[in-house]
């Protein structure tokens, strides 16, 4: 299931390691059939251990095989119920239409609603990764591809939502947020969404000033500076959703 070599020895199959390749392979099938009890004793580490408005994600780990498991089921109340519902729709359609593209989780299952079995990625976010120069090369191509494909992030002013190996190649995570690319006819749509791009770019300015200043250009420094409403709001549906939330969770 896995395209890259996340999930199996990342040296190619020789005569001796051809035994092994297989076994994870099997594991890996095994381990995308597991129910979500299953899945949750087989977690090995926790990126988030879950909360009112958030989503537990876990690495799990069944023989040779490594998935990433994000799931609201044990989100409480109506949070819960009604929105966690939405969300892993809106993540599990991205990833979807993003099937196939190197640099995004590639899809496993979908558990039910509130919960999303996809490629673990052996990278690190990129706050705490220290990404080599061509990483951000990288980056922006995958994000010009992404968009090809009819989805804007809008969730990548933060940074943890990228992710880079040690290789240098750069990986993104996290649709809830996406937007996506409305039909030809869709004109004013297609015109938000192009916003949303926007936004999504000028993300990876911020990136560039922040995390690496040698890179970051005058028009990088003076896109943070002049955004338009549009863009800030694309900013504010990325950084925002949740603390919005939390404020009518709170308010109940
Ligand atoms: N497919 C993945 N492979 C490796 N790590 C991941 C993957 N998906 C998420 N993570 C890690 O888990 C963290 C939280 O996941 P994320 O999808 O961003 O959750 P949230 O929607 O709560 O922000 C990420 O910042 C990243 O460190
Ligand atoms: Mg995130």
Not at 75 to 89: C, D, E, N, S, V
Not at 114 to 127: D, F, I, K, S, T
Not at 149 to 162: K, P, Q, W, Y
Request: overall charge positive; proline content about 6%; aromatic content about 8%.
């Amino acid at each position: 299931m896995c395209r890259r070599s996340a999930c199996t020895a990342t040296t190619p199959p020789t005569a001796s390691s051809a035994g092994v390749v297989t076994q994870n392979n099997a594991d890996m099938r095994a381990l995308a059939r597991l129910s979500r009890s299953e899945l949750h004793a087989h977690a090995r580490h926790y990126f988030k251990t879950g909360g009112r408005t958030e989503p537990e994600v876990a690495l799990v780990v069944y023989g040779g095989a490594q998935a990433i498991l994000k799931d609201y089921a044990r989100t409480p109340g109506w949070f819960g119920r009604l929105i966690a519902p939405i969300l892993i729709w809106r993540e599990y359609s991205a990833l979807v239409r993003l099937a196939g593209l190197e640099g995004v989780p590639s899809l496993h299952r979908r558990l039910d609603a509130r919960g999303l079995l996809m490629e673990y990625l052996p990278a690190r976010p990129w706050p705490s990764a220290d990404a080599p120069d061509a990483a951000y090369a990288r980056l922006r191509t995958l994000v010009d591809a992404m968009h090809r494909r009819g989805i804007a992030h809008c969730d990548l002013r933060a940074a943890g939502n990228m992710l880079v190996d040690d290789q240098g190649r750069p990986y993104i995570v996290d649709f809830v947020a996406r937007v996506q690319r409305g039909a030809r006819w869709n004109l004013p749509w297609n015109w938000l969404y192009r916003q949303f791009v926007r936004a999504d770019e000028s993300a990876l300015a911020k990136l560039r000033v922040r995390y690496a200043p040698h890179l970051a250009t005058a028009a990088d420094r003076q896109t943070l500076s002049t955004q338009g409403p549009l863009e800030r709001i694309a900013r504010a549906i990325g950084e925002n959703t949740r603390s919005l939330l939390r404020y009518f969770v709170r308010s109940r």
